[in-house]
């Protein structure tokens, strides 16, 4: 059955044509919920690094078995200062993250919304797109120095490119015939912006900021390694003159827990926030 049928049986509302749907959703969708399904595929790649540990097939010095890695973890954290590492990499990354998302989705909803805007908006940001952030960490110290000021900045500015573009597609997106059907009943701009503009624009927006947050997790990479004098990027480089690869890979751990950590509450806040919407994902 085409979506044309589809749409027309749903819209006579007989119940036969509603069961169809709920049939070909369930036998060409992606399938029934699985448990637990977020935590399978990580869960399988720390076992296939026990056992690869385990069996000799992985060596210590490809990488750190798991169980020595849990030991440089407990021990970082009794004799090191690893929580106040911790802490100023969270911090470094939450203020970036929010100063990447609010400029990108203000610069958006500017360029989005406006023909002026975009004109004067989207090229910038396309020319920053295809120049890399991490090339621009020299003209940044020059301006800013080595302290905490340039390092939110790059981060922000990581984070912002994927918003913008993300929440500027969604935007454009907008089916034109809504913005016809406001303008025949005279529905007010603001009005317009709140019921159809922005929870059109919220899917993009959101899938912007989940490669924001993986954007902002690699720029903390980079720049802690930037005359830092705490945060996990500290750490690690510390670690490197010393040889000390357990804790290199303590500080990879780290940064890919909480990467996917805020991966997935972007992706519950998505699930609810959207929940409106008739998707494979269900």
């Known amino acids: 059955m085409t979506s044309t049928a589809l749409d027309r049986a749903v819209l006579a509302g007989d119940e036969p044509a509603r069961e ?67 802490t100023a990499s969270l911090r470094r990354a939450g203020y970036g993250l929010a100063l990447g998302t609010a400029a990108g989705f203000l610069l958006a909803l500017a360029s989005g919304l406006s023909r002026l805007g975009e004109a004067v908006i989207d090229g910038p940001i396309q020319i920053k797109r295809a120049i890399p952030t991490l090339a621009l960490i020299p003209l940044f110290v020059a301006w800013f120095g080595i302290g905490e000021q340039m390092k939110i900045i790059t981060i922000g500015l990581i984070s912002m490119i994927p918003i913008y573009i993300n929440t500027h597609n969604g935007l454009r997106g907008i089916d034109g015939r809504y913005a016809e059907l406001a303008e025949t009943l005279d529905i007010r701009r603001g009005t317009f912006l709140r019921h159809v503009v922005l929870p059109g624009a919220l899917p993009g927006f959101l899938l ?41 890979v303590v500080g990879l751990v780290l940064y890919g827990f909480y990467g996917f950590l805020a991966d997935a509450a972007v992706r519950l806040v998505e699930r609810k926030a959207l929940s409106w919407r008739r998707t494979l994902e269900g």
Do not use: C
């Open 20 to 86: 169809d749907v709920r049939v070909v959703r369930r036998r060409l969708g992606p399938g029934p919920r699985i448990r637990f399904a977020f935590w399978i595929g990580p869960a399988l790649l720390v076992t296939v690094w026990v056992v690869g540990s385990l069996t000799g097939f992985i060596t210590p010095q490809v990488l750190t078995a798991p169980w020595d890695v849990a030991k440089e973890f407990g021990d970082q954290w009794t004799h090191h200062d690893l929580l106040g590492n911790i």
């Open 208 to 248: 912007g900021l989940r490669f924001a947050v993986t954007a902002a997790m690699l720029g903390l990479v980079v720049v802690e390694q930037y005359n830092s004098l705490s945060g996990i990027g500290h750490m690690m480089t510390l670690a490197q003159e010393y040889g000390q690869t357990s804790v290199i």
